[in-house]
T-cell receptor, first 110, second 116 residues
Framework: QKEVEQDPGPLSVPEGAIVSLNCTYS??????FMWYRQYSRKGPELLMY????GNKEDGRFTAQVDKSSKYISLFIRDSQPSDSATYLC??????????FGKGTRLSVIA | GAVVSQHPSRVICKSGTSVKIECRSL??????MFWYRQFPKQSLMLMAT?????????EQGVEKDKFLINHASLTLSTLTVTSAHPEDSSFYIC????????????FGSGTQLSVL
């Protein structure tokens, strides 16, 4: 079992929809959780960074971590065509390399 | 966010040549830099971790003599693909973290290597 599991999609939604992206992880030692956005042939861009359980909101993006169920979520409100990209979740134990999910390809259709 | 600069963005070379990729942290000191490889529609695969002034730590299955990593300063790491072959064609991405950023990880823009 991979340490971080993520459905690769693809996920296609109409413009304005709420998008829900999810990951599960197996290692209870993970403390830091991140979401990255990657456009084709570009490096990943850090979107959200959370420590332990809880919610974090930044504009149209909300990240949720539920450590009891080992579940990570990213919600995108009022999705735009410019949100079309691959979204990668990642987890870290602290001072160790990140463990990435496979990434979910999202298409927002105008 | 912090800026990590990676060059070149794209390189095409003949089989047997060596290619050097540079990764620079522009506005922070990167105590640790990571090198990843990514195949089309696949996730990032960690190749090696480098700490300034130390030898790089390579992941299992990555040939250290083929992928030479140098982290000579707190702002620069290089990856040299020696005697490149077509199977080395891939998207290579560096990332950097530093204590001033609470160890958050920022990525370069990536280098598309095509070996003919």
């Amino acid at each position: 079992q991979k340490e971080v599991e993520q459905d690769p999609g693809p996920l296609s939604v109409p413009e304005g929809a709420i998008v829900s992206l999810n990951c599960t992880y197996s290692n209870s030692a993970f403390q830091y959780f991140m979401w990255y956005r990657q456009y084709s042939r570009k490096g990943p861009e850090l979107l959200m960074y959370t420590y332990s359980s809880g919610n974090k909101e930044d504009g149209r993006f909300t990240a949720q971590v539920d450590k009891s169920s080992k579940y990570i979520s990213l919600f995108i409100r009022d999705s735009q065509p410019s949100d079309s990209a691959t979204y990668l979740c990642a987890a870290e134990r602290g001072n160790t390399p990140l463990v990435f999910g496979k990434g979910t390809r999202l298409s927002v259709i105008a | 966010g912090a800026v990590v600069s990676q060059h070149p963005s794209r390189v095409i070379c003949k089989s047997g040549t060596s290619v050097k990729i540079e990764c620079r942290s522009l506005d922070f000191q990167a105590t640790t830099m990571f090198w990843y490889r990514q195949f089309p529609k696949q996730s990032l695969m960690l190749m090696a971790t480098s700490n300034e002034g130390s030898k790089a730590t390579y992941e299992q299955g990555v040939e250290k003599d083929k992928f030479l990593i140098n982290h000579a300063s707190l702002t620069l790491s290089t990856l040299t693909v020696t005697s490149a072959h077509p199977e080395d064609s891939s998207f290579y991405i560096c990332s950097a973290s530093g204590q001033a950023l609470n160890e958050k990880l920022f990525f370069g823009s990536g280098t598309q290597l095509s070996v003919l």
